[in-house]
């Protein structure tokens, strides 16, 4: 099964390993190139795909900067595509292109596995880009009481409230300056911007504020344990890093790119295992 990531910056992705493994272990045998608008030519994200499809792929990740324009390549979307009006993974059927989000239920799964039945309540979403959304939506479908948005963007953050209340999900925006009264208030905290990246070291808010009773989510992954989650490790608050998120929207594009029944059970036996294994390498936890 061949397979690939497009998208700019992507050359140290950890996606490759994760889609060749899962393949090891469904007995699926797969590649998994990468398209690097910044090593080689990309004139467009249709052209690349043009040239995949000719070249027998079964399907692809998009990530920035084409994830909105991923769904308007496809013929049919799922619910989490149209939700968030992006997708990262594009399926290559006979009859055209699927599109799916993994992000958004990646997320929803990657909650699940971590935080188990908790309930998200009242939960801050620091940046509302492409991943923010993605898992704005995801906090609706797993019955976040309020989604309280704060962006630099005041613009961006306000939209993607209304397009959340359009769901029925009750959803807020604060400004910088509400930070530390609207935290204590909140149940869970949650990074969806650079901030704590290793080219972007920091934390995305002080980080006396986080306290035992909240719950984490950090977007961010390289590195691991970023700052946001050390301190929320520090005072005892229960923590999903972006670990989470990568494994489960990997999982959930895998699934996709199956195209059996049979496959896609398979690869659902192994989540928790896959799970395990990246934790244990990239967190280090036993």
């Known amino acids: 099964m061949k397979l690939g990531l497009i998208g700019k910056a992507i050359m140290n992705s950890s996606s490759p390993d994760l889609h060749v493994r899962l393949g090891g272990l469904t007995e699926i045998p797969t590649t998994y190139d990468l398209f690097d608008a910044n090593e080689q030519p990309i004139d467009s994200l249709e052209s690349q795909v043009r040239k995949v499809v000719a070249a027998g792929y079964r399907g692809v990740n998009v990530t920035y900067p084409w994830k909105e324009e991923a769904v308007r390549l496809a013929g049919r979307t799922s619910e989490g595509a149209r939700m968030v009006g992006a997708a990262n993974t594009l399926v290559f059927e006979a009859d055209g292109i699927f599109a799916e989000n993994t992000d958004f239920t990646g997320f929803i799964s990657g909650y699940r596995a971590t935080l188990g039945e908790r309930q998200p309540g009242r939960t801050l979403v620091l940046g509302t880009g492409g991943v923010g959304k993605a898992v704005a939506f995801g906090l609706g479908r797993l019955g ?16 993607l409230a209304e397009e959340l209340q359009a769901q029925g999900f009750a959803a807020s925006t604060i400004t910088p300056e509400q930070l530390a009264e609207t935290v204590p208030a909140c149940d869970g905290l949650v990074n969806c911007t650079p901030i704590g990246h290793e080219k972007s070291p920091g934390c995305p808010l002080p980080k006396e504020l986080i306290a035992a009773h909240h719950w984490i989510f ?12 050390a301190a929320a490790k520090a005072v005892d608050a229960a923590v999903m890093s972006g670990v989470g998120l990568f494994v489960f929207q990997g999982i959930d594009a895998f699934k996709r790119f199956c195209e059996d029944d049979g496959k896609r059970a398979a690869v659902d036996a192994q989540a928790t295992t896959l799970y395990a294994h990246y934790r244990r390498e990239l967190l280090g936890e036993p």
Do not use: G, H
């Open 218 to 229: 950090d977007a961010v992954y390289v590195p691991a344990v970023t700052e946001f989650v």
């Open 144 to 159: 976040a009481s309020e989604v309280i948005l704060m962006d630099l963007d005041p613009a961006k953050s306000k939209r």
